[in-house]
């Protein structure tokens, strides 16, 4: 789709070839990039599982639009992007709070669920929770390319149902997802990646988020993970089923806290270059939320032999290892994040490991025999290429050149992976998440100059 949209900026009539689920995804991607009206092809279909059908779908309904869109001039469709019809200091709808969900619903402002209504005495109430100003730019966020505010950031947190102390976290989440790293732009895909957030340092307890049990259903995380679902739908414009693409749908976005008391290593933040006393706010995304295995001390292995083999086979199983071993500017992005227990974590740090050699162990050890490598990448993907393929276009390192009964990495770096500690303090428990296209990004969350008096406000 973007090197048609490039041509199409140069002058060269170009036309993107989808299915027919995958016409409004390519329109508003494109209007995201500057063409508001891409030409568009659509197979009706999916086409990864026809065979005898599929020449004949190309003569005969194919070919013909290629043409047309190649021939005939375009006329202005319209991509159905987020548009703001009104000034967003205005009210814009008087009611109850029935009629008000009704009307937000609507309009699609909601995720399904009742919101509060964002009344102006509300946001200002967060307002007062960030130095910004209220106009001021956070983040133009792809695909809609609509301005996040602090204005808007602060109704869709009210919408969520969350505190005004949590304002300063999604305003540092913004600025997260729209770096350019995180790749915001990418997340429709229909694989269906769910962003969440992490918060490290002081503040997690001042705010009142859980690092423990339950962490992610529990205290004020679900607002404040709600609030990023929903700053994303409105801001970002992203639409379930329109240029959010998840085959199956998606949970809700989640926020969890490190428990940086059980941590027998430093804390997420403080590897990557913070000091342990600022706040911070990373985003993440993950394809998959499932099965939390437990590894056991036995008497032929110790508690870190164990979790170290356990996480090895979790990244042969959670994640696309087709796409984790590939290298080079055009190898998907991919990232997983480990959230470890805190037992598992501590039996691993008494075992001599560092989070780096962790990360080194889980590289070398986490591995596949070549025949499944071949196999995935033949009948999973889209590309149909084979493993030597791969190795020819630098995809894959000269490694995978071997024989079928070879085992092969599933990572190309221990880069990779990402380990954060939370969870149960009294459970033995791992959870793998494998989050395609988007890079953990990571922002400082800078409070204000009255943090302090206005936490003792919101007590009384």
């Not at 703001?84 to 029935?98: K, S």
């Not at 990646?193 to 705010?207: A, E, S, W």
């Amino acid at each position: 789709m973007r090197p048609a949209v490039e041509a199409e900026k140069a002058g060269i009539p170009s036309v993107v070839v989808t299915t027919t689920g995958f016409t409004t995804l390519a329109q508003l991607a494109a209007k995201a990039a500057g063409v508001e009206d891409l030409r568009i092809a659509a197979y009706s279909g999916a086409y990864g599982l026809h065979q005898s059908e599929l020449k004949e779908n190309i003569k005969k309904v194919l070919f013909d639009q290629i043409i047309d869109g190649l021939t005939k001039q375009v006329k202005g469709k319209g991509s159905g992007a987020p548009s703001m019809g009104w000034n967003p200091r205005e009210v814009i709808f008087r009611g109850t709070l029935d009629e008000v969900n009704k009307f937000f619903y609507s309009n699609e402002w909601t995720d399904g669920l009742p919101i509060i209504p964002p009344t102006k005495e509300r946001v200002e109430k967060f307002l007062q929770y960030t130095q910004r100003s209220p106009d001021e730019e956070i983040a133009i966020l792809a695909q809609a390319n609509l301005k996040a505010v602090p204005l808007n950031i602060a109704a869709n947190a009210v919408m969520a149902g969350c505190r005004p102390e949590h304002m300063p976290i999604l305003v540092a989440a913004v600025e997260a997802i729209g770096d350019e790293r995180y790749n915001l732009n990418n997340i429709g895909t229909t694989w269906g990646v769910l962003p969440f957030l992490l918060v490290n340092g002081p503040m997690i307890k001042q705010v009142g988020m859980e690092s423990a049990g339950q962490l992610i259903s529990r205290g004020w995380n679900p607002a404040i993970g709600r609030a990023l679902g929903l700053i994303i739908r409105n801001i970002a414009g992203y639409r379930p089923a329109r240029n959010y693409m998840g085959t199956f749908g998606y949970p809700l976005v989640f926020a969890l806290a490190e428990n940086e008391e059980e941590n027998p290593w430093e804390p997420y933040h403080v590897e990557h270059g913070f000091d342990r006393k600022v706040n911070t706010v990373t985003m993440g995304a993950t394809i998959n939320w499932g099965w939390p295995p437990s590894p056991y001390s036995v008497p032929e292995k110790s508690g870190a032999e164990s979790s170290l083999e356990l996480l090895a086979i979790e990244l042969t199983k959670k994640p696309s290892v087709v796409r984790t071993c590939e290298q080079g500017p055009r190898a998907m992005k991919n990232v997983i994040t480990l959230l470890l227990a805190p037992p598992v974590a501590k039996a691993i740090a008494n075992g001599g490991y560092s989070k780096q050699g962790i990360k080194e162990y889980l590289y070398e050890k986490a591995r596949v025999p070549w025949s499944e490598m071949e196999w995935m990448n033949r009948y999973t993907t889209p590309e149909m290429l084979t493993v030597r393929e791969k190795v020819k276009m630098g995809l894959y390192s000269e490694d995978y050149l071997v024989g079928p009964n070879d085992m092969v990495r599933v990572l190309s770096s221990p880069d990779l992976v990402h380990i954060v500690v939370c969870g149960d303090p009294n459970r033995n428990r791992v959870m793998t998440l494998w989050g395609g296209y988007v890079q953990m990004t990571t922002k400082e969350i800078k409070l204000p100059a009255k943090w302090n008096d206005l936490l003792n406000e919101a007590k009384d």
